[in-house]
C-alpha cells in the first residue's frame, strides 16, 4: 500500500509570492489532515477533510491559506500570499476512520521557507 | 478543545540506558494515545499507542503507561539504541474537533 506522499518537499519563495502544496493520501482514507510544525513547537492542526468536504478548518491561521481537495482524492493547500511566519513544515496526514481514535499516517512534510 | 503538554523538550542518554518522555493532556473524554517517533528528514510514524481501558502496553524495548485520574501518559525507552535517537511526539484525540492534537516533540539523542 502506497504511504500519503507530499509535494514539493522543500519550497523556498519569497515574501509575497504564492506556493500551493499537494498532498496525496493513502487510497480509501476519507479523512485527511493537515498539520503545521513551526519551529520547535507542537505539530498544529490546521484543518479536516472527511471526502472532499472541510469537516474543520479552524485551525487554519488566516484567509491567506485555502485548501481543497476536489473529488475526495487529493488536496492542495495554497497560501497566498505568503507571509514570513507561514515559513515551517507542512504535514499531510490520512486516516480510515475520523475523531483521532484512529492512527493517521503522516506524509514525508513539506517544508516551506518564506525569505 | 483538548491541550497536550510535552516534556522534556530535549533528552541526551548514554546508549543501554533508559529515556521517559511524559505528557499531560486536559480533555478528560479522551481514550486514545498515540506516540509518534520522527527520525531526520523522515515523516513522523506511529511507534505504540493506548487506549484508555488499559493502564500499561508493552511492544520490546517501548511501553506506554497511562494514568485517567491524573491525565497523564509517558513513553518508556528500555536499553536506549543510537537508532533511538529521533523527535518523539505524544498526541490526544480533541473530541470537538475530531483530530489529533500533538504535544511539542523531544528530540531525544542517545550517545553510543
Known amino acids: 500500500e502506497a504511504g500519503v506522499t507530499q509535494f514539493p518537499s522543500h519550497s523556498v519563495i519569497e515574501k509575497g509570492q504564492t506556493v500551493t502544496l499537494r498532498c496525496d493520501p493513502i487510497?480509501?482514507?476519507?479523512?485527511l489532515y493537515w498539520y503545521r510544525r513551526v519551529m520547535g513547537k507542537e505539530i498544529k492542526f490546521l484543518l479536516h477533510?472527511?471526502?472532499?468536504?472541510?469537516?474543520?478548518e479552524s485551525g487554519m491561521p488566516n484567509n491567506r491559506f485555502l485548501a481543497e481537495r476536489t473529488g475526495g482524492t487529493y488536496s492542495t493547500l495554497k497560501v497566498q500570499p505568503a507571509e514570513l511566519e507561514d515559513s515551517g513544515v507542512y504535514f499531510c496526514?490520512?486516516?480510515?476512520?475520523?475523531?483521532?481514535?484512529?492512527?493517521?499516517?503522516f506524509g514525508q512534510g513539506t517544508r516551506l521557507t518564506v525569505v | 478543545g483538548e491541550n497536550v503538554e510535552q516534556h522534556p523538550s530535549t533528552l541526551s542518554v548514554q546508549e543501554g540506558d533508559s529515556a521517559v518522555i511524559k505528557c499531560t493532556y486536559s480533555?478528560?473524554?479522551?481514550?486514545?494515545f498515540p506516540w509518534y517517533k520522527q527520525e531526520l528528514g523522515k515523516r513522523p510514524q506511529l511507534i505504540i499507542d493506548?487506549?484508555?481501558?488499559?493502564g500499561e502496553k508493552k511492544d520490546q524495548r517501548i511501553a506506554v503507561t497511562l494514568n485517567k485520574t491524573a491525565k497523564h501518559f509517558s513513553l518508556h525507552i528500555t536499553e536506549t539504541q543510537p537508532e533511538d535517537s529521533a523527535v518523539y511526539f505524544c498526541?490526544?484525540?480533541?473530541?470537538?474537533?475530531?483530530?489529533?492534537?500533538f504535544g511539542s516533540g523531544t528530540r531525544l539523542q542517545v550517545q553510543p
Open positions: 496526514a490520512s486516516s480510515r476512520r475520523p475523531g483521532g481514535h484512529t492512527e493517521a499516517f
Open positions: 487510497s480509501g482514507h476519507d479523512n
Open positions: 477533510f472527511v471526502k472532499e468536504s472541510k469537516q474543520d
Open positions: 480533555d478528560s473524554a479522551s481514550n486514545y
Open positions: 493506548i487506549r484508555s481501558n488499559v
Open positions: 498526541a490526544a484525540p480533541d473530541t470537538g474537533r475530531r483530530a489529533l492534537t
